[in-house]
């Protein structure tokens, strides 16, 4: 039996073939007739010096060889396929998908994309808001931001600002709650986001960094964080504002922080993409479009006085 491989057409008819179970499907998917396809698998076969398939009165099934076969020659031809659309990509500087989480990209991305679209009108945006794990170098995506302590082994990862918790609330709110002792009597809201943060970045946490034995259980929880904040903008309470999302808000004056006392979470969101990729032109402007809508808040991140959530764990 021959070592070498048998002609890439019949390797595709065969693929096709047990892909469908049907040979007249097979060739209506590869735009040949049925006797083209037939002669392709007869070939593959007399190269293998076996059947891959039964040929049965309606229809045909995988021999033993044919079985063996298929999964490896579906997973070839698939990637076969990413390699030609990742290289397509590197080709079309006029669309850019991103993904980033659903709040990044309703707190975040959503208030700013005007600004960008006008600066870079020739760049078509594409949004795919999930949390769902991808690959750069497999799935139709250009930019990846994501937030944890995770690591970025064999793409580009840029780390973004430094991501704070404080207490945000409506304006009306703080002249409620005056000072953080006061904080005892408001509905404080949960935002369960960062729960998997280890150290904790909660409220008990702030709390003891003021000096304060506290730690609140009752009130509204809320699995995403624009939810969390949502609920802090319609007044319903104050919450532990990731500055990410609350920046914003606090140089627009929906929300203040009149307690300039913000607990460092230890980890950053951070701008990933396909390594050897970042210079791309659609994938740079966007990057650099980041950075600088970042940099017209640095002011509200200076006048906070921040210190590690790792300092003020429970013992």
């Not at 659309?85 to 850019?96: D, M, Q």
């Not at 600002?161 to 000072?179: G, I, L, R």
């Not at 935002?191 to 943060?197: A, Y």
Request: with cysteine; charged share 25%; net charge negative.
């Amino acid at each position: 039996m021959p070592d070498r491989l048998p002609p890439l057409t019949a390797l595709r008819a065969f693929d096709a073939a047990a892909r469908h179970m049907s040979f007249a499907k097979a060739a209506e998917e590869l735009n040949v007739t049925p006797a083209a396809l037939s002669f392709q698998i007869k070939s593959l076969e007399e190269h293998l010096g076996t059947q891959v398939f039964r040929r049965l009165n309606r229809a045909v099934e995988l021999t033993e060889a044919g079985r063996a076969m298929a999964p490896g020659m579906a997973d070839g031809f698939q990637t076969l396929a990413t390699a030609w659309r990742a290289a397509e990509r590197t080709l079309n500087n006029e669309t850019l998908t991103v993904t980033a989480g659903p709040a990044f990209t309703a707190k975040w991305l959503a208030p700013r994309l005007y600004e960008f679209a006008q600066a870079h009108p020739e760049i078509e945006l594409r949004f795919s808001a999930t949390l769902k794990l991808c690959d750069l170098s497999r799935d139709e995506v250009d930019v990846a931001i994501r937030f944890g302590p995770g690591t970025d082994d064999g793409v580009y990862s840029m780390p973004l600002a430094q991501e704070w918790v404080c207490p945000v609330m409506t304006p009306e709110m703080a002249a409620k709650y005056p000072t953080p002792e006061s904080l005892r009597d408001a509905t404080l809201i949960f935002d369960d986001s960062i729960s998997f943060l280890k150290p904790a970045s909660e409220w008990d946490t702030w709390f003891r960094m003021m000096g304060m034995d506290f730690e609140p259980k009752a009130g509204p929880r809320f699995s995403q964080a624009d939810h969390a904040l949502d609920a802090a903008l319609a007044g319903v309470g104050v919450v532990l504002g990731r500055r990410a999302f609350v920046v914003k808000d606090l140089d627009d004056g929906r929300l203040v922080a009149p307690f300039p006392y913000a607990l460092d979470t230890g980890v950053r969101f951070r701008f990933l993409c396909s390594e050897g990729a970042e210079n791309r032109p659609q994938i740079a402007a966007f990057r650099d479009w980041i950075l600088t809508e970042i940099a017209k808040t640095s002011h509200i991140t200076n006048r906070m006085i921040r210190k590690p959530s790792s300092d003020f764990q429970a013992a």
